[in-house]
Each structure stands twice: as structure tokens, then as C-alpha cells.
């Protein structure tokens, strides 16, 4: 009996740490998200738009699957406002085969340096976010509460 007590314990236990890492992963991405200022051209809502620098595509409807996304985050999108946020990109060929030196005297395209760089571990949690929070979802209040941590207005 005190076998079974303790079994069913440790069953409970070890449940709640899953579920409650997978959403631990999933907030992560939604701090990068903060951190990385990916809301001044995407907006808080992910929906993009005009801003800054020209409109930023919707994370909401985008076509791109999880490895596209991790390599437009990483890289970025030359010749555009979107900056690469991979510190190693462009100094070696992993962003579309190019480097840093393939751009010497073409300032138009050459890619932008975002603020805040990421690593790859962040870049995959974020690529996370967007994939399981936005991507073809509707704003919703459950993302509202998610973003703002507290019912607003």
C-alpha cells in the first residue's frame, strides 16, 4: 500500500515538472521575443505591420516553417530593415552562403546588426513562441494575459 501511495506520488510529481517545463519553454520565447525588441516591427501582437523602417510581415500568418523562421531570425533578410540576430552570422557562409566581405560596396543590401543578438538556444525558443502562440492563431484574451502578465484594458 505505501508502495502504490508513493508510485502514485512520483507519478503526479514527475507529470507536473513535465508539463510545467514545456511551458516554461514556451514563456522563454516569449521573453526573447521581449528582449530582442522583435515587437517594435512585429508589434506586441505579432501581427505586424507598418512602423519603423517599413511593415514587418504577421508571425500570425506567415508561411514559413520552424527551420525558416530559426534562419531568418538568425540571418535576417538583407537589403531589408530585418537584422540578423545570430552573432556568427555573415562572418562565416552558414547565412545563405554569403559573408560580410560578398557586400563591400553595396551598403544598400548589406545586412543590418540587431541590438540585442541571440544565441541558438534562443533562437529556437523563440522560433517556438512563434510557432506555438502565433503562428495561425487569432489574438486572443489568453495571449493578451500571456503578453501583459495582468488583465488590462
Known sequence: ??????????????????????QEKIDYGL?????????????WHGNGGPGYGGAAMSLRTTGLDEEGLK??????RPGTN??????KAYVD???????????EGDEKNRPLR?????NT?????????????LQ?????KEYCLKFFGKPTR
Open 1 to 22: 500500500m505505501i508502495f502504490k501511495n508513493v508510485l502514485i506520488i512520483f507519478i503526479i510529481t514527475f507529470g507536473f515538472i513535465l508539463n510545467s517545463n514545456s
Open 31 to 43: 521573453k526573447v521575443y521581449k528582449k530582442a525588441n522583435c515587437m517594435g516591427c512585429h508589434k
Open 71 to 76: 534562419i531568418l531570425i538568425a540571418c535576417g
Open 82 to 87: 530585418m537584422p540578423f540576430f545570430d552573432k
Open 93 to 103: 557562409d552558414r547565412c545563405f552562403g554569403l559573408k560580410f566581405s560578398d557586400f
Open 114 to 118: 540587431a541590438k540585442a543578438l541571440l
Open 121 to 133: 538556444r534562443q533562437i529556437n525558443q523563440l522560433t517556438d513562441f512563434i510557432v506555438n502562440d
Open 136 to 140: 495561425g492563431k487569432k489574438l486572443n
